[in-house]
């Protein structure tokens, strides 16, 4: 057994904030499932939304992420993030993040849903500029340990110990660990816990997602008892690049914020038939018209045209894209870009208080993988790294001033009455069935019907995947295989829970507006 003070599960922005802001004092590990670089933070290409310009106010930020919030956010937790940008973007600046300057000012964009340029940016590779600061960092700090090839399989809580639950709820005390090189199971106690698994968007066959956002915070929370909140509203984003040999490459939604347009294949711009705002709607609308244009035309695609900005101010502000569209034979400055949606961020997640506290004591749920309040039913762009920041600094405040655990002898993995797998194809299979099924099923469009027959195929998968755990030896993609499908059936379960098309849940058999906004919580317990 290996104790710590803090494990952190996860190597994205929020995980890193979190494991440099924490005391010195604190003896801290980073389990990362493959390198620290692959995580969604580090692909993350526009930018971090903070009111940093003159012409800009919090009223106005928190104004536009209310909107698109499709009046589901909590007015109270948007305002505190707003008002709390600027200082965690010049920690981020103190840091040396390399943000891009003009005139000797921050250069600030501006995205979809947003009513001023208000986006700090490191070019159109954000994510990745951060990212490396950051870890260099981690890496360097004596008090950090990082794993790399390690997979959390479990929380420890004390109900798996057999212990009493107290009034204060089901307690963590740290997690199983597979170690993919050598296939062992470790056992890490720690007096708190936090998840910054990301994402899941490999749920669906379509994703801007690494592979490794499998929906595992989710999942293992769920399991240790912790509810979870509006997992229906998966953010989908407008413009993937439609390539064969472009695997999950985003086009940033600042090319539509520079004055890049919409067009069908003969040209024609769709995008002020469908919005007002046209290419700066929000993404779910943004994202459903595509969807629209796609379907009712015989479409594989639609355009993304920049051609008409000079060719200098292109490759000068999208160097990244540019440079990857010419590796695949694209060249932006005189083509149009192929695009189609891809499913890109999930707003819900495990529910958490203000300081990142899941239901569960001493567990923190952090960036992606929480529900704090913020996006609502639609996410504003480029307020998802800002979550990241703050609540990453308010565990660790919360972590530092909190009392640990009490120092428990664990138990080591229990293996005694399992046996290698005989049949891993089936792992295979079951992914690939489940990606395909919930792109049909659970995608920008959804009806009754649909979210039945994917729940049904759920239930399915549960119980050979369930089945396949409790005999064999576990693995890596069997580890992320049960993750995904639970995570599957509590986005299904959500979306069926909800009688209304809101933000990013559109639903043709209940397309109005209920009267009242009301967040879809599923409770484990009950």
Not at 196 to 204: E, H, L, N, Q
Not at 390 to 398: F, I, K, S
Not at 413 to 434: C, K, P, Q, Y
Not at 506 to 521: C, F, K, M, N
Request: net charge negative.
């Amino acid at each position: 057994m290996h104790r710590y003070d803090v494990l952190i599960i996860g190597s994205g922005l929020a995980a890193a904030t979190l494991a440099l802001t924490l005391p010195a004092s604190m003896k801290v590990l980073v389990v990362t499932k493959k390198s620290p670089e692959d995580s969604s933070s580090y692909w993350a290409q526009g930018g971090i939304a903070a009111v940093m310009g003159s012409d800009d106010s919090f009223d106005d930020h928190v104004r536009d992420t209310l909107v698109a919030g499709a009046g589901l956010c909590n007015e109270a937790v948007v305002r505190r993030v707003v008002e709390a940008a600027p200082a965690a973007l010049h920690w981020l600046i103190d840091q040396g993040a390399p943000f891009d300057l003009e005139g000797g000012e921050y250069h600030l964009t501006r995205e979809g849903g947003h009513s001023r340029r208000r986006v700090l940016h490191a070019a159109d590779a954000t994510g990745r500029a951060v990212q490396d600061i950051l870890l260099a960092q981690v890496l360097a700090r004596a008090n950090v340990t990082v794993l790399s090839q390690h997979i959390a399989i479990d929380l420890i809580t004390d109900r798996q110990l057999g212990r009493e639950v107290d009034a204060g709820g089901n307690s963590v005390h740290g997690a199983y660990v597979l170690d993919t090189a050598s296939g062992k199971v470790e056992t890490f106690s720690a007096g708190f816990t936090a998840l910054a698994t990301g994402g899941s968007g490999k749920v669906f066959l379509y994703t801007t997602n690494p592979d490794t956002a499998t929906g595992d915070g989710v999942a293992m929370a769920w399991r240790a008892g912790c509810r979870v909140a509006n997992l229906e509203f998966v953010q989908f984003h407008p413009t993937c690049l439609y390539h064969p040999h472009a695997k999950s490459f985003l086009i940033t939604e600042a090319m539509r914020g520079e004055g890049a347009l919409l067009r069908l294949p003969d040209g024609a711009r769709f995008m002020p038939e469908h919005d007002e705002r046209a290419e700066l709607a929000p993404r779910d609308v943004v994202a459903r018209a595509i969807d629209l244009e796609m379907k009712k035309r015989g479409l594989d695609c639609v355009y993304l045209d920049i051609t008409h900005k000079p060719a200098k101010f292109i490759v000068s502000h999208f160097p990244n894209i540019h440079a990857r569209c010419r590796e695949l034979g694209i060249d932006i400055t005189r083509e149009w870009i192929p695009v189609a949606p891809a499913a890109h961020y999930s707003c819900g997640g495990v529910l958490v208080d203000a300081a990142g506290r899941a239901d569960a004591s001493h567990l923190y749920a952090i960036g992606e993988t929480s529900c704090t309040g913020l996006h609502g039913a639609n996410r504003l762009a480029s307020n998802s790294l800002l979550e990241c920041l703050v609540y990453a600094r308010a565990a660790a405040t919360d972590i530092a001033a909190a009392s640990p655990s009490s120092e428990l002898k664990l138990p080591s993995w229990d293996e005694s009455r399992v046996t290698d797998a005989d049949e891993e194809i089936v792992i295979a299979h079951n992914w690939h069935e489940l990606r395909r099924f919930m792109w049909d099923y659970v995608g920008i469009v959804r009806t009754t019907k649909r979210l039945e027959r994917a729940s049904h195929r759920i239930k399915l998968l549960n119980d050979e995947i369930d089945e396949y755990y409790r005999n064999f030896r576990v693995g890596n993609d069997l580890v992320e295989l049960r993750n995904l499908v639970l995570t599957s059936e509590l986005i299904v379960n959500s979306a069926r829970a909800r009688h209304e098309s809101r933000g990013l849940h559109a639903s043709r058999d209940y397309p109005g507006l209920l009267p009242e906004a009301r967040d879809t919580i599923l409770n484990p317990n009950v």
